[in-house]
Each structure stands twice: as structure tokens, then as C-alpha cells.
């Protein structure tokens, strides 16, 4: 039986409603009317169109007459029942209809051992209940994200990526060649990529190594299977069910691998020295010495085979507009507003500026361009950011307030021109009653 997850949601229609720009579709198969509703209510405020049935059987059916691109699967439907053997038995009839289809299973929190079966049995991933909506929609996005990588895996790829800035996969985004140093970060790792060969990426943050990670998983033996991250931030429970449900199809990717205590190194270790083939990648902030004094020797060893070492943004110079003009159309396409361009002004200022947090802040910079300029050619202004180290500003500082502020109000607006000012198709869009749309409006001038 399901738990509420542990947001609180208005109820909603258990229909398809507002697509993301690449048109994908939620099937949630959960017996309970209520959460059905109140989680479909939250995938549609993310952009997801969401369609719903009660039980397996249902699930079948709606399957069979409907394009789904993730299925978000419970795996217990009689009252009182805890084993998950009836998500399972649906889990397998699922892949046997698609067996490329991601199904993200859901279990409790004393369900690891039917997570791991789960995983075992072909799973894409899992949540526990009562889950965060956060987490929710991050493991269905990455779920996602995974399936079109491999659907992508099955044209060429070039080695240097569209070093013309032209539009790339939203997850492939940071791996444009636009220098001479990615140009040989990406052949480096596009010839270790075919290997069974560890691979360790050092960086700083944001300047794209979980990225480059995926490139590599795209192109190596095991595209076809999982990439399974691991990463202690996620919890425990969640790094041991994907390292206990990995087999030789997988690719695990050990995030931050400096910053795991001794003990999950430990039971990394075991789980690599036990065998079962997955493809070993991993990420570290620092390498030499620094990673040395804090990973386990035997354990480094098996990861560290071969090192590509990422540059910070700053110092890649004709670069930043490429990257930048990508993440416009991007963004354009993601908030449905019209293109946006960079005028001559405003690449020199972007090339300008230091980066501290690389190219996640460059992305973050080129999304708020987006949605709060008023002109379609981006001047200094525009580029600037909220403050002098707005890299460094972090949500809920009180210089972050006024962004927040203008950024709700964009979002309002590109709403309510999307639905030719129509309050009411406007607030089911942005998941707000039509009262509350309209004291927000109020409140920002709109």
C-alpha cells in the first residue's frame, strides 16, 4: 500500500496534461487515488505530462495505447502485502512489452532487499517512501535522461562535438568543443571510452565531470546498460541497492570519490573484488597526492587506471560564447521564450569574468538571461548577474531574494503569454489555483 509523499499537494486530474519540450510522459502505477493525483499534480509543474492506472493490469492497458517515456512503478497492491512481489511480476511484464523502457520502482524504507531485486531484475532506478518531491523528480529525470542517451548511443558520434555551438543534447551540453583544451579532454576520453579501463576525471566543481562521465558511458560496451550513480549524499541505503543491483551491462560512476568515508570505501571495495563486471568511473575535485591521502590504495588503484583532468572555464577563452549561446537555445526551448543572441558587448564580458563555479554558474547565468531579459540581443547588463560574486550567492541569502523575485515574475509572464493571457490554463501550468496566480500577479505588478 502507498505512503503520502512527505510534501503535501493539492489533488489533481490523474490525465495527461503539459508536456516538456521533448514531449515526455509519466505513467504512474500506484493503487492509491490520492498520491496518483498529488504526484501528478508535482510532474506536471515540472513540465512532465503524467498518466496514471491503479494497478498492474491497468498499466498494461495504458501502456499498450499510450507513447510512456518513464513508468513510476509501485510494487504492492493487496492490503497488507509488503514482499513487492506484484510490482516485480509487473516490473518483468513492463520490459518484456519494452525492454528499453525506464520503469523507476517504488518501496519503503525497509525495502532494500526489494529494491535490490528490483535493480536485479531490470529496474532503471528507485525511490523510497515517504520520498522527497525533489528526489522524485530528479530520479525520473535522470531515468529519462538515461533512456534518450541511449537511444542517441545508436547514431555516431563525433569525437570534437559541435564545436560550431550548434545545439547539442541538454545532457551532453558542457562537452561542446569549443577550444583546444576540450578538443583533447573529449579525444582522451573518447579513446578510453571503448575499454574496460578505470577512468578518474579531476576538476573543480561545475566545470563538467559527471558530463564527460556520461559521454563516456554513451560510447563505451556498455551504453546499452545502466549509468549508476553513487554518491553518499543520496544516502547509504541509496549506494548500496545500485552497487548490490549492478551487473556487467552497468557503468558505475563513484561521484566525489575524495569525500567517501572509509566504511562505504569499504564496502565499494568489496563489491569491486567480488566481481559482476560493471564499468568503473569516477570523479574527484583533486587528484594526486591530496586524493591519495584519503582513498584507499587497493581502491584507487582500480579507479584511477587512466586520469583526465578537466580546466576550469576562465582560461578556455572563445569557449565561454559557444557554451553560453548553446545554453540560450536551450533555455529558450525549456521556458518557451523567444531566441536569445549575445551581442559582441556582452561575449567580451562573459570572456571577462572569472568563473569561480565554471560552467554550472555560466549555465545558471545564460537561464536567468533568458527569462528576465527584455530584448532578444543580450547586452552587458543582461549577463551580469545579480551582483559582483554572484557566482557565489547562495539561495536564501538576502542578495539572492530580489533574483528569486524577478525570476517567479518571468516565469508568470512567459506563463500567461503562452495561454494568450488566460488566468485560468496559466495557474493549472504553474500547479497554482487561479486565486493564487492572482495575488501573485498582484504582488508583482503584473
Excluded at 131 to 159: C, F, M, S, Y
Excluded at 162 to 176: E, K, S, T, Y
Excluded at 215 to 229: D, E, F, P, T
Aim: proline share 6%.
Amino acid at each position: 500500500m502507498s505512503q503520502a509523499p512527505s510534501s503535501p499537494m493539492e489533488p489533481a486530474a490523474d490525465s495527461t496534461a503539459g508536456q516538456d519540450p521533448e514531449g515526455a510522459c509519466i505513467l504512474f502505477v500506484d493503487d492509491d487515488a490520492d498520491i496518483r493525483q498529488a504526484t501528478a499534480l508535482l510532474l506536471r509543474r515540472r513540465g512532465f505530462a503524467v498518466v496514471g492506472a491503479a494497478d498492474p493490469g491497468e498499466a498494461l492497458s495504458v501502456l499498450a495505447a499510450t507513447a510512456v517515456s518513464v513508468v513510476l512503478l509501485d510494487l504492492n497492491y493487496t492490503r497488507g502485502a509488503t514482499t513487492g512481489a506484484e510490482g516485480l511480476e509487473c516490473l518483468r511484464a513492463l520490459l518484456a512489452h519494452d525492454p528499453g523502457l525506464p520503469v523507476v520502482v517504488v518501496t519503503g524504507h525497509s525495502g532494500v532487499a526489494i529494491a535490490v531485486a528490483a535493480m536485479r531484475a531490470g529496474a532503471a532506478d528507485f525511490v523510497m517512501k515517504p520520498w522527497k518531491n525533489d528526489r522524485l523528480v530528479a530520479t525520473i529525470e535522470d531515468a529519462l535522461a538515461t533512456h534518450r542517451r541511449r537511444l542517441a548511443a545508436r547514431q555516431p558520434v563525433g569525437a570534437g562535438g559541435p564545436a560550431d555551438g550548434a545545439a547539442a543534447p541538454a545532457d551532453d551540453g558542457m562537452m561542446i568543443a569549443g577550444c583546444a583544451q576540450t578538443r583533447d579532454v573529449l579525444e582522451r576520453a573518447d579513446r578510453v571510452a571503448p575499454t574496460q579501463a578505470g577512468v578518474l576525471l579531476t576538476g573543480p566543481a561545475g566545470v563538467g565531470k559527471t558530463a564527460l562521465a556520461r559521454r563516456i558511458h554513451r560510447l563505451s560496451a556498455q551504453r546499452a546498460g545502466r549509468l549508476l550513480v553513487l554518491d553518499p549524499r543520496l544516502g547509504e541505503d541509496t549506494v548500496a541497492v545500485r552497487l548490490a543491483g549492478a551487473d556487467a551491462r552497468d557503468t558505475l560512476l563513484v561521484e566525489e570519490i575524495g569525500d567517501w568515508s572509509p566504511a562505504l570505501q569499504d564496502r565499494l571495495l568489496a563489491r569491486v573484488q567480488a566481481g559482476g563486471g560493471a564499468r568503473l568511473l569516477a570523479t574527484a575535485r583533486e587528484g594526486g597526492a591530496a586524493l591519495r591521502a584519503s582513498v584507499m590504495p587497493d581502491l584507487l588503484c582500480r579507479l584511477d587506471v587512466v586520469t583526465i583532468a578537466l580546466p576550469p572555464l576562465a582560461p578556455r577563452g572563445e569557449e565561454i560564447a559557444v557554451l553560453a549561446r548553446h545554453f540560450l537555445r536551450l533555455f529558450a526551448l525549456r521556458h518557451g521564450v523567444a531566441d536569445r543572441t549575445l551581442s559582441p558587448e556582452a561575449e567580451e564580458a562573459l570572456a571577462a569574468r572569472p568563473w569561480p563555479d565554471n560552467v554550472r554558474a555560466l549555465r545558471q547565468a545564460m537561464e536567468r538571461a533568458t527569462v528576465m531579459a527584455r530584448d532578444a540581443v543580450l547586452g552587458v547588463a543582461d549577463v551580469a548577474g545579480p551582483g559582483p560574486d554572484a557566482e557565489g550567492t547562495e539561495a536564501g541569502t538576502p542578495d539572492a531574494a530580489p533574483t528569486l523575485a524577478r525570476s517567479e515574475k518571468a516565469m508568470i509572464e512567459a506563463a500567461l503569454r503562452r495561454h494568450g493571457f488566460n488566468v485560468s490554463h496559466a495557474a493549472r501550468e504553474l500547479g497554482l489555483t487561479r486565486p493564487a496566480l492572482y495575488r501573485r500577479m498582484a504582488r508583482h505588478g503584473l
